[in-house]
């Protein structure tokens, strides 16, 4: 597995925030645990890939809003903050030499990575602050000739992305926060709910077997363990100050 990454913008605090209140980052600390991200990654099989440094873009660590990748196809997201647009196009460069293919989400689009999850074949896409219906309806068309079906999923408010809200933690298992995306849209899943007093906690990321979770959801974390998920914890604390979780710093995929 390939897993493409960037070094911390040394502006990440200047980044976008929507539902939660600035507080100082701390920007050692910050690039000490991407570090320790970068390090669990590779200790889960992933071979890490820097696309190039952003330094002036502070959100430029998230990665995952820029593209989603699949085994067949790259699509190059339009993200929804306009102080972000620029960060897509070194992620074309560095996708084009694992992926032939490379469609572009174009205006009036608008779609972050982090609002799109899939699970085999199944692709569901968060509508929220970032996301547009046009975007929605050009990844249909785009992915519909590979045979994925493509589902719009209004997110409540408070929620981001789509996987701020749910994420996939087993084969046949999605972990979900209720109040930010109803449960109904996933009813071939087993749900475990984050805790009611861990809101944020619904950003997981499965690479094989393995669930890389943040220490910062002690009771979330539980709830996982307690459903035999295997959890690699890591500390997440600056990061999920500028909004963000575990699967926005990175794109990962079979190298194919
Ligand atoms: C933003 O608001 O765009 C960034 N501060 C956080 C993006 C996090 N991305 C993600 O969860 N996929």
Not at 51 to 63: G, I, K, M, T
Not at 142 to 155: E, H, N, S, T, W
């Amino acid at each position: 597995m390939i897993a493409i990454v960037r070094n911390i913008s040394p502006r990440m605090a200047e980044c976008e925030l929507t539902h939660v209140e600035r507080q100082p980052i701390n920007l050692a600390l910050a690039e000490k645990q991407h570090e320790e991200y970068l390090d669990a990654l590779r200790r889960l099989g992933c071979e890490v890939v820097y696309a190039p440094d952003l330094p002036h873009h502070p959100d430029s660590v998230f990665v995952e809003d820029c593209a989603v990748v699949l085994d067949e196809l790259a699509v190059i997201a339009r993200p929804g903050a306009e102080s972000r647009r620029e960060e897509v196009f070194s992620m074309a460069e560095a996708l084009e030499a694992y992926r032939e293919k490379v469609f572009y989400i174009e205006a009036p689009g608008l779609l972050d990575g982090g609002d799109v999850l899939r699970v085999g074949r199944e692709i569901w896409v968060g509508m929220g602050g970032r996301t547009n219906a046009d975007a929605i309806l050009q990844l249909q068309a785009m992915l519909r000739p590979f045979g994925y079906v493509v589902i719009a999923v209004p997110l409540k408010g408070g929620c981001l992305h789509l996987k701020s809200a749910v994420t996939q933690v087993a084969e046949d298992t999605l972990l979900l926060n209720p109040d930010w995306v109803d449960d109904h849209h996933f009813q071939d899943f087993n749900i475990i709910e984050t805790d009611p007093d861990e809101p944020g906690a619904a950003n997981a990321l499965l690479v094989g077997d393995t669930v890389m979770f943040p220490v910062d959801y002690p009771l979330t974390a539980l709830a996982l363990a307690e459903a035999d998920i295997e959890l690699l914890l890591v500390d997440n604390s600056e990061v999920i100050k500028a909004e963000g979780g575990v699967t926005c710093c990175s794109v990962i995929f079979s190298k194919g």
